[in-house]
């Protein structure tokens, strides 16, 4: 993974700019490891551009640009030749759809770290009833990283090679969480997971991709607790209890434990608001 977490905190990168915290497009693309730097993001993100609104992606003006700039003279900065080419900057919310979009190796752990980061250090600014633009304070660091270290292992919990109980164990505390309803949005969905699935008493529904028609209608002769939905519009592995609790996972349920994986919770209500508006017009 790229070295530059070891040198630099995420916490660091964070910036308030128009009374938003938001992360320049240049630092974001040494944390994904994009091969060819902003561009990679840049052509990304016209792609889809539908999914950036301006509370997800800016561009800063002039001024904002000198500002941040003299203020902390980052290199991250220098890397625009002046003035006429502007970088962009992330908010949160920006930064988890970014993550949906790009396909570096380490694009899904890395966006959890720097989400993360956001989270704590907002709680941290709310605290401390502090609005002014964040800058590197060793001490505040030190704070936002006992609280990290506090709460990651109860939202993120990071799967070994071989660990195939351990694995299966994890998943099936998550799914019986669940009160009612479990969403499982997972391409590769086969009979391991219904093997799974077939003794939990849940409303479930399962929408994958070129589901079995043989091994479905042997499950439906025999239980009646899940719902299939050929579809393959969604790439990454979810898993939605009760509309509400969102559960990524780095790799297909059916193969977890296989290999080097996690499973991540995650807290951003309005990533997790439109991922359900589109599940709702899948299922419905």
Known sequence: MNDVIKEEKIENMIYEIRGKQVMLDSDLARLYECSNGTKTINQAVKRHINKFPERYMFQLDKEEYLNLKS?????????????????????????????????????????MQIIDAF????????????????????NRILKLEESFDKMSSKQTSIIYDGKIYDAYSILIDILNS????????????????????????????????????????????????????????????????DRKDVYVSGMSLKDIGKKYSYIYKINEELFITELLKRVDCFIS
Not at 89 to 111: C, H, K, N, W, Y
Not at 119 to 138: A, C, G, P, Q, W
Not at 191 to 214: C, G, T, V
């Open 71 to 111: 203020q902390l003279g980052t290199s991250s900065l220098n890397n625009y030749g002046g003035v006429r080419k502007l970088p962009f900057v992330f908010t949160e919310q920006g930064v988890a759809m970014l993550a949906t979009i790009l396909r570096t190796p380490v694009a899904d752990i890395m966006s």
């Open 119 to 138: 989270v704590y250090m907002r709680k941290y600014l709310s605290s401390s009833n502090k609005d002014s633009m964040l800058v590197n304070h060793e």
């Open 178 to 241: 669940a009160k009612e309803e479990i969403i499982i949005i997972d391409n590769y969905a086969n009979k391991d997971l219904l093997d799974m699935l077939r003794s939990i008493n849940k409303n479930i529904i399962i929408l994958s991709k070129n589901l079995d028609s043989i091994l479905l209608k042997k499950y439906n002769n025999q239980y009646n607790n899940i719902s299939f939905i050929n579809n393959n519009s969604l790439h990454d592995r979810y898993i939605i209890l």
